[in-house]
């Protein structure tokens, strides 16, 4: 496998944002990225290619990925490592640099990979690697494994992006305007810059308008809300790892918090725009971060990635203009929903082949079959529709048949998710009958997840609120004619129709609550419109054409263009706020 190994040249030089990213998901066949943010970074850049945006972007380049999903017979995780060799499949970016950290030089290779866009822009991305000859045997590891190894190989990781992606640029002769940090990971390219602004001074120097140069060049998206989720590192690990006089600037700074080194306050200090990833998360990122004003830009997916193949010759045919201006999608109101509604079924017919490749059990095309893959994590409540396993035979006998597609991996260490997993193929093995048939897919990845969306008529997304920031895979199943039934959270308050783009699962007080809407909605709004031929055609068609003409990233990125990286000072928060806040438990055009 390979890719344009003769890179273009490209005038680097006239690259006005640089993209930042721990994980981004470049191809099916490359092991960079673990799931949600790494395919938002991909989306991001493949809608900045068809675009023609003047980005490039950074990130790692994870020789041995995240891991390959192995689940036994009762869904016992083990994972393998996912090697690939950069040397074979990529250009060099031709540039060694050298960043110190641990108290040591640890030099740094970059690796280009191209994104080409639909008219033949280039979104060039450069993978940092330290497996170098003369590195230290120890830093050679160091880019090797997405998100794994412990806080000290995490912080040498995060510096390596923050501050080795600073150093690449400056030796590529790349002058952005905007630095755009894609979650906390990236948040030390603001020490980078801050170190070039002194120009070998040392940091603790720093004046207040040396920082306010810093500033006016970053802008921050936060993917979390919860402060758990945030990235943190002792003092200790912090001035081992950045030495003493970064860890000074850090700590004079106010970067801090409770005690500890916090990626997220490091961001948020040092950026002029800072954003949540849908327009309640901005809400809650408010709360969370009173002392910064916060923004919203709801998150997108890139169109083409995600529309099956059936759809994207559909399209091609009836609004070829929607490669480069996602808003033509709207035209699929041009289109009749029984042909929506046929191509649908392509993907649905495709699915249910590799199911019964890879496990050998027959689904039935014409039962109603709903998805639900996701990272396995407490918060995304894979067992509500267990809650009541009865109640779940009861209604799958009642409406003619019910089938479930269940995917996702827990991280190696989480201990508690992967025994969520267990507990699915439990209650598969032991409801799994004539009328109900619930299967667990192996290894969620780019491939499966496309496949999934494509092809299951309804997804189902259950997280308990607020949690869920923005999530994503509900609007790839959208672009494809799938109506979503979820719980009012991250996206969906926004994507919302109800009976017209999905259903709501109510808002309740306990899981009981929620469970008893989920099962209401499921047997009296559901499976009748299903068994509705034309009523769930024409349903298919809104998911098309009101939300798949909204949640992608080419508005997204747009967003980001006029209300981020062109502005140096945007509006004043309390107008954002308010405009965000009219959304909160309040679905549009409920
Ligand atoms: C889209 C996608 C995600 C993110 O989806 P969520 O809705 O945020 O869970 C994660 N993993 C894969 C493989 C995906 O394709």
């Known amino acids: 496998m390979s890719f344009s190994q003769t890179p273009a040249n490209l005038d680097l030089a006239s690259r006005t944002v640089a993209y930042f990213s721990m994980e981004i998901a470049l191809s099916p066949s490359l092991p960079t990225y673990s799931g949600g943010l790494g395919m938002l970074a991909g989306d991001t850049l493949r809608s900045a290619a068809d675009t023609a945006a003047p980005m490039l972007a950074v990130s790692l380049a994870h020789r041995r990925g995240y891991f390959r999903q ?34 040591r030089e640890v030099l740094l290779h970059a690796w280009r990979f191209d994104v080409i866009g639909v008219t033949g822009h280039i979104v060039p991305v450069f993978l940092l690697d330290s497996d170098v000859e003369g590195n230290d045997p120890w830093d050679r590891r160091l880019t090797d494994h997405l998100y794994g190894g412990d806080t000290y190989y995490r912080l040498c990781q995060e510096t390596i992006l923050g501050l080795g992606g600073i150093a690449l640029l400056r030796s590529l002769n790349c ?199 996701r990272r396995v994590a407490t918060y995304k409540r894979a067992s509500l529709l267990f809650h009541d396993p009865a109640r779940l035979v009861a209604i799958a006998e009642k409406i003619g048949g019910l089938q479930i597609l269940f995917a996702g991996k827990a991280h190696p260490a989480d201990v508690a998710g992967k025994g969520l997993i267990r507990d699915v193929f439990a209650e598969a093995a032991t ?83 929620e469970a008893a809407s989920l099962y209401q909605k499921l047997e009296h709004s559901v499976a009748p419109l299903y068994a509705d031929f034309a009523a769930w055609a024409a349903m298919q068609r809104h998911c098309i054409a009101i939300n798949g003409t909204f949640f992608n990233t080419h508005r997204m990125l747009a967003q980001y263009f006029t209300n981020s990286y062109e502005l140096p000072s945007i509006l004043p928060s309390s107008t954002a706020r308010a405009a965000s806040e009219s959304y909160l438990h309040q679905p549009v055009l409920a």
């Open 70 to 103: 192995h689940l036994d017979a009762v869904g016992q995780q083990t994972e393998s490592d996912v090697p690939w060799s950069p040397e074979t499949t990529l250009p060099s970016a031709n540039e060694v640099v050298s960043v110190s950290m641990q108290g």
């Open 175 to 373: 002058k952005p305007q905007v630095y755009h940090m894609n979650e906390g990971h990236a948040a030390l390219l603001t020490i980078g810059l801050l170190e070039a602004q002194l120009n070998g001074a040392p940091l603790r120097d720093a004046t207040d308008a040396d920082i306010e140069v810093v500033r006016r060049q970053c802008v921050f998206t936060t993917h979390t809300p919860v402060p758990a989720g945030h990235d943190q590192f002792g003092l200790d690990q912090m001035n081992q790892i950045l030495g003493h006089d970064r860890a000074t600037a850090i700590e004079r700074t106010g970067c801090l918090h409770n005690g500890l080194m916090n990626m997220t306050y490091i961001a948020l200090r040092f950026s002029r725009f800072v954003n949540g990833v849908a327009m309640q998360h901005g809400i809650v990122s408010q709360q969370m971060f009173p002392e910064y004003p916060v923004h919203a830009i709801t998150n997108g997916v890139h169109a083409a990635t995600w529309l099956s193949k059936p759809f994207q010759q559909l399209l091609d045919t009836q609004a070829p203009a929607w490669r480069t201006d996602n808003q033509y999608l709207r035209s699929a109101y041009g289109i009749a929903p029984a042909t929506i509604a046929a191509t649908h079924r392509e993907g649905k017919l495709r699915l249910f082949a590799e199911v019964q490749t890879r496990t050998a059990q027959t689904f039935d095309p014409n039962v109603l079959t709903l998805g639900f893959a």
């Open 431 to 513: 409801l799994n009958s004539s009328a109900l048939k619930i299967v667990y897919l192996e290894n969620y990845d780019w491939e499966l997840g496309a496949m999934l969306t494509q092809g299951v008529d309804v997804w189902l997304n259950t997280p308990r609120r607020p949690y869920e920031a923005s999530g994503t895979s509900g609007m790839k199943a959208a672009l494809n004619g799938v109506p979503s039934l979820s719980i009012l959270d991250g996206w969906w308050i926004e994507g919302c129709a109800e009976n017209t783009t999905g259903w709501a699962i109510e808002d309740g007080d306990t899981e009981d609550a």
